[in-house]
């Protein structure tokens, strides 16, 4: 970053004009600092101001000058930014660390993210792991054209004529466990993402005149065109119809509603007839997604409203993004990456964090940074977590 466009930054950011994205800058920017090295004083901020001077310059890619004259404003605001921020972070993890009960942050800190983890479940109830299986045993064990990749990645072998190859291989089921993800190409080509705590269960061909899949959890599709041959992704009790497009599907037990986002292309929703309500209903039965819609399927019908598609991927690019989100929204994700159980006790009804953080940081950094953004605790025992006020 020049030093101009950081004086300017900074500027507007201690006036309080910063725009959404200059203030991302800034966040992206103080994530970059490496302040690891620095031993915090039991005293004020200002005492970093000296160390500090020279590591900023350095982390924003400024040559100091000897006579300084370039560095002194940007010095007076950077480093009352930067090391409010370090004092601050740093403070709360000393005390977090030095709490009465320091098994909690013990706990906390040895619970790792989640990983690529996933079980193949083949047609004749045989169940392989798959982070254990190299291609080689994979392709022997299931006696089908599989590929296993070391990223998470589990690859059928494309079909070889358009009306889909003989079903030889029956219904095959992945599945995640809490603190897992995967992903799987099918024999059509189309891609699939599975969070955490999901499970699809798909035909090791497709056969006949369409793609039929089941989800249980959230995934995203990336579905490869075939007019002939509709997708259809059933979950919960309705049913996505798609020709070729990208779409998010959260359709997990504990939420409230199945939510459906469309990415790309178009998608429509059914409720199976079984499952219509009642002639009168409020919501429709049969729904029509553009790019940026979002279906919520509460059980009586759809209900569509518009969404910032990259909230709702956010597991899919490594984030959590707690973003208009209400609380026990938020902990639920982090329970299932984490692999944890969470406990609420009193009231949270009007607290809801904000912003973002990454899925590849520890369960105790995460925590740390929650309990900056809001007066709430947490207290870790194993893999339970208490949450108060």
Known sequence: MQEEDLKNLIGRYLAGKATKEEKERIQRWYTSFDDSRIEIPEAEPVQLETELRG???????IRKRAAGARWGWLSAAAVVLLAACIYLTRKQEHQFAAAP???SAMAARSIAPGGYRAVLTLADGR??????QP???LAAKTGLGIRNTMSGQLVYEPEVSGTGAPAAGGYNQIETPAGGQYQVVLPDGSQVWLNAASSLRFPAAFAGNERRVELHGEAYFKVAKNAARPFRVTAGKQVVEVLGTEFNVNAYPDEQAVMTTLLEGSVRLKQPPANKPARGAIHATE????????AVFSGDGFGIKAVHTEKIIDWKNGEFNFTDEDIRTSLRKIARWYNVEIRIEG????????GSISRSKRLDEVLRVLELSKKIKFKVAGRRITVTP
Request: charged content about 25%.
């Open 101 to 103: 009960d320091r098994s």
């Open 127 to 132: 169940q392989i792991r798959l982070s254990d």
């Open 55 to 61: 590591r900023i310059l350095e982390s924003a890619g």
């Open 135 to 137: 291609d080689s045993a």
């Open 347 to 354: 009231d949270l009804s009007q607290l809801a964090f904000g």
């Open 287 to 294: 729904a029509m997604l553009k790019p940026g819609q979002q």
